[in-house]
Antibody
Framework: EVQLLESGGGLVQPGGSLRLSCAASGFTFGRNAMSWVRQAPGKGLEWVSGVSSSGGSTHYADSVKGRFTISRDNSKNMLYLQMNSLRANDTAVYYC????????????????????WGQGTLVTVSS | EIVLTQSPATLSLSPGERATLSCRASQSVSSSLGWYQQKPGQAPRLLIYDASNRTTGTAARFTGSGSGTDFTLTISSLEPEDFAVYYCQQRSSWPRTFGQGTKVEVK
């Protein structure tokens, strides 16, 4: 069974930093692109960042570009999101997602659909 | 950035009724549109990808259609477990974007 388990969320002050982690299991992690998607309390979904299977290609939403960094360690089956210069409007549940049904036969690049989703980790930015 | 506009915001229906949800893109996304279902307190789940393909485990009562800028998710006969929020999403261009969601609630 494919599982994604996020951790690292919590309360942080504006301007602070936090690193989220996602432990993947049940599939060949190093062959799948991955992304982070967030959801502010009571709001809709916002894609945040995506990374290729090798980690060599990354994409970011404009709202986080220059502040967040996505990375992965394929030897540990781990996905990360380093979040710096956090703002109140970064408050959200952050979901780790796998890419599936990509444009090519393989999902090396983050151009697929999001499935499955982890259970999410809550990040609260407040003083 | 491609903006996805979902309508209506809320759909109030009874079990057994047909639900029709709309998603309109600000520019063509070809068939690169998907639908997700989210129940309270749960993570979203992919239902439909590439406009009309059901994922394994998506019931046959869910049908996706459309191409270009206009898309529809139809639930032929609502079951109790179908009352949830539905989001459309495009993967045609960066950044990936979602619609604001349609809540299907019990009338």
């Amino acid at each position: 069974e494919v599982q994604l388990l996020e951790s690292g969320g919590g309360l942080v002050q504006p301007g602070g930093s936090l690193r989220l982690s996602c432990a993947a299991s049940g599939f060949t992690f190093g062959r799948n692109a991955m992304s982070w998607v967030r959801q502010a309390p009571g709001k809709g979904l916002e894609w945040v960042s995506g990374v290729s299977s090798s980690g060599g290609s990354t994409h970011y939403a404009d709202s986080v570009k220059g502040r967040f960094t996505i990375s992965r360690d394929n030897s540990k089956n781990m996905l990360y999101l380093q979040m710096n210069s956090l703002r109140a409007n970064d408050t959200a549940v952050y979901y780790c997602v796998r890419h599936v049904f990509c444009s090519s036969a393989t999902c090396y690049n983050p151009n697929g659909w999001f499935d499955p989703w982890g259970q999410g980790t809550l990040v609260t930015v407040s003083s | 950035e491609i903006v996805l506009t979902q309508s209506p915001a809320t759909l109030s229906l009874s079990p057994g009724e047909r639900a029709t949800l709309s998603c309109r893109a600000s520019q063509s996304v070809s068939s690169s549109l998907g639908w997700y279902q989210q129940k309270p307190g749960q993570a979203p789940r992919l239902l439909i990808y590439d406009a009309s393909n059901r994922t394994t485990g998506t019931a046959a009562r869910f049908t996706g259609s459309g191409s270009g800028t206009d898309f529809t998710l139809t639930i032929s006969s609502l079951e109790p477990e179908d009352f949830a929020v539905y989001y459309c999403q495009q993967r045609s261009s960066w950044p990936r974007t979602f619609g604001q969601g349609t809540k299907v609630e019990v009338k």
